[in-house]
């Protein structure tokens, strides 16, 4: 069974762009979320897909959106890069969503904005 | 603010001996809670998680404690190996949301 696969692996961004992600899920998964990780705040929820509904969100301003297509891919969406947003992203599928099963991790992508 | 924390950076550890990882946590609506494991340059890799409904969950070589009434969790590792190495994250879910721990990074000697 494929894992979850994140594109691209890298990227750099020069502040005030924006940029999209992707993710994939395990085959029959219908659960996505994503998290940013960064030294200082650690791992941190983004928000959480399900059956293409956006069903729960972290603490993040509206520049970061995300959306979940009909085959349970998502992507997120930075708008209006800022220096603050250089992370490494991850995304995560789960059977039953986040607060009921196990979640698992593609290998995510590392945003550097310049 | 910190719901879930993780309040040792790093363990080291010899090889056959127990490692204890520990968590606690501050949100009394958390219901699930997880251990995961993070090798460089890769995704954390889920290890064991525990419902509300338990106090203990064991697979093989890993046993997860919690106890509700100090908001505590606890990794146990026995015995622990040298493929150990890594980082371990705790996560809380519950209330519409998802914590995690900053981390403990563990090193298992030979």
């Known amino acids: 069974k494929a894992g979850v696969t994140q594109t691209p692996r890298y990227l750099i961004k020069t502040r005030g762009q924006q940029v999209t992600l992707s993710c994939s899920p395990i085959?029959?998964?219908?659960?996505v979320s994503w998290y940013q990780q960064t030294p200082g705040q650690g791992l941190q929820f983004l928000f959480e897909?399900?059956?293409?509904?956006?069903?729960n969100k972290g603490n993040f301003p509206g520049r970061f959106s995300g959306r979940q297509f009909s085959n349970s891919r998502s992507e997120m969406n930075v708008s209006t890069l800022e220096l603050g947003d250089s992370a490494l992203y991850l995304c995560a599928s789960s059977f039953g969503g986040m607060g009921n099963s196990p979640l698992h991790f593609g290998n995510g992508t590392r945003l550097t904005v310049t | 603010d910190q719901q879930v924390k993780q309040n040792s950076p790093s363990l080291s550890v010899q090889e056959g001996r127990i490692s204890i990882l520990n968590c606690d946590y501050t949100n009394s609506m958390f219901d699930y809670f997880l251990w995961y494991k993070k090798y460089p340059a890769e995704g954390p890799t889920f290890l064991i998680s525990i419902s509300s409904i338990k106090d203990k969950n064991e697979d093989g070589r890993f046993t997860v404690f919690l106890n509700k009434s100090a908001k505590h969790l606890s990794l146990h590792i026995v015995p622990s190996q040298p493929g150990d190495s890594a980082v371990y994250f705790c996560a809380a879910s519950g209330d519409n949301d998802m914590r995690f721990g900053a981390g403990t990074r563990l090193t298992v000697k030979p």
């Open positions: 897909y399900f059956s293409e509904t956006q069903r």
């Open positions: 085959s029959g998964h219908r659960s």
